[in-house]
């Protein structure tokens, strides 16, 4: 038999935890005739279990009912510590970009917008009632797409076709429109695939045809 202190010395539980185990009904030490605690051999195989349950991450209340009714929620704890870790991962992965930038303070900075994006787009989805994707209009898609093709085929500038193509921008884009893209150096990531999404195009496409507009002076 252990008297408190010597049982905390040997578990390296402190005093403090094991009154709060014992609130929660997860050990229940003899007692002496001057109502002393006493921990036996079964306390220190409870402290045992309760240390090993801990290390999973489970709090007291889960211990509890895992103690009493077996592997009760440990599937949706499992799942839980799953996505923490993703999160983790994602978290040591913006760290290492952010280090291994040339500009670490303009990576840290591109970061937090695109984080402020996620969230607030996040935000959205949970809010937003059913509606149609949102779309540019039919020309402007036309127009992004015939000038995706003829970058593959010919070289900028100088070349009808192009020629064409950018004289027509300037009839469909508004220029407000072009001011924004003038921008989008600074635009978080999500809002670039947001664009691109609106002229159904992968945003490096979408990038492209936008550059080629940008730097043809149709602002």
Known sequence: MYSTRAFAELTGVTVKALRHYERMGLLGPMRTRARYRRYAFADLQQIERILALKSLGLSLTSITLVLKRGPVGLEA??????????????????????QQDD????????????????????????????RPP???PASAIALFRDIAAALDRVR??????????????????????????????????GLRRYAASCYEMDPDVWERVVGFIDSHGTR
């Open 134 to 136: 949102d779309r540019a």
């Open 103 to 130: 500009n670490p303070r303009a990576a840290l900075q591109r970061f937090m917008t695109d984080a402020a994006w996620d969230r607030w787009e996040a935000k959205r989805q949970r809010l937003a009632v059913s």
């Open 156 to 189: 900028p500038s100088g070349q009808p076709r192009l020629q064409a193509l950018l004289a027509r921008s300037r009839e469909i884009i508004a220029p407000e429109t072009r001011d924004a893209w003038s921008r989008r150096a600074a635009w978080p990531a």
């Open 77 to 98: 704890h499992r799942t839980m510590l799953e996505d923490r870790r993703a999160r983790l991962n994602r978290a040591i992965a913006a760290l290492h970009r952010i």
